[in-house]
């Protein structure tokens, strides 16, 4: 008798894992951060300060914005984690951390020997969307 319950109590558990695993995915995906909205950021670029403002908008774990009003990135939010590419320029790549409403960490550039350090806290609710659904640079 125990042989003829142990392989119907197996394929039980594995039902119940399978059902929780998606479940809790699905769960995780809802409960993303959003870093959607308006962002002031500012930092170090070698010996020099800076400031900017960000419009950021977010459609899953793609994100796309502008700096100084016109000057495009794009990235990827990943938990608590980010990166944005400027594929301009020096070609500038941030990465760093999010919690609530600030983020930051420190930028390498591809084309310039510049590094430095970045903030940005939001200062406001999510801009008018931008169209996300591009490739997206900097993954």
């Known amino acids: 008798m125990l042989n ?4 119907g109590v197996m394929i039980l558990l594995a039902v119940f894992a399978l059902v929780y695993v998606s479940e809790a995915k699905a769960v995780g995906v809802k409960k993303g951060i959003n870093v959607s909205g308006n962002w002031a950021a500012s930092g170090m670029w070698g010996d020099h300060e800076w400031e900017s403002p960000w419009s ?7 994100i796309k914005g502008y ?4 000057v495009p990135f794009k990235g990827r939010v990943k938990g608590s984690k980010i990166r944005i590419y400027f594929p301009s320029g020096c070609k500038p790549v941030y990465t760093g951390t999010i919690s609530n409403n600030s983020m930051s960490g420190t930028f390498t550039t591809k084309d310039c020997p510049d590094k430095g350090t970045w903030k940005a806290t939001k200062v406001s609710n999510a801009p008018e969307s931008f169209d996300v659904s591009a490739s997206s640079a900097g993954e």
């Open 4 to 7: 003829r319950v142990k392989p």
């Open 56 to 62: 950021i908008s977010q459609k899953g774990k793609r």
């Open 67 to 70: 700096a100084y009003g016109n």
